[in-house]
């Protein structure tokens, strides 16, 4: 479940789907995107669980994916900033969760860019993932 606030910054892409159903590794591609563009605001990030981003043990991205007519949509988010109080009050606590979550609240299992000391304008996230895109998605 996402919370989607102003503070929420979301992503999408599209490329050709090609046939394997390797669902894995189509969330590595996507994963490879959000931690180059985390890099460019010298944060260490890595996938973790199914579709997650973390930087540490705190998730700050999470992604999704759907296939239709030979194509895959790619979409998540990037934790910006949050009201953690509104996180609390209308999200519960989910049934199932990624080992590394280890049971932990919302806040406490959550990070965001200014969490981090990350100050960035809307235009400079937008900035960062498009050199990302361009260096990830470049014909080889």
Known sequence: TVLQTGDVFNYSYTCPDPGDLNIRRSFEQGAH?????LSRFGLSARHRGTSDIAVGDRKISGNAQARKWHAILLHG????????????SVLRHPDREPDYREG?????FMTT???LGVDASRLEIENAFRAAAMETFAEK
């Open 33 to 37: 995107l959000v931690v180059s563009v």
């Open 77 to 88: 988010t990037l934790l910006v900033d949050m009201d953690w109080h509104l996180v609390e």
């Open 104 to 108: 932990r609240s919302h806040r406490d």
């Open 113 to 115: 860019l200014r969490g």
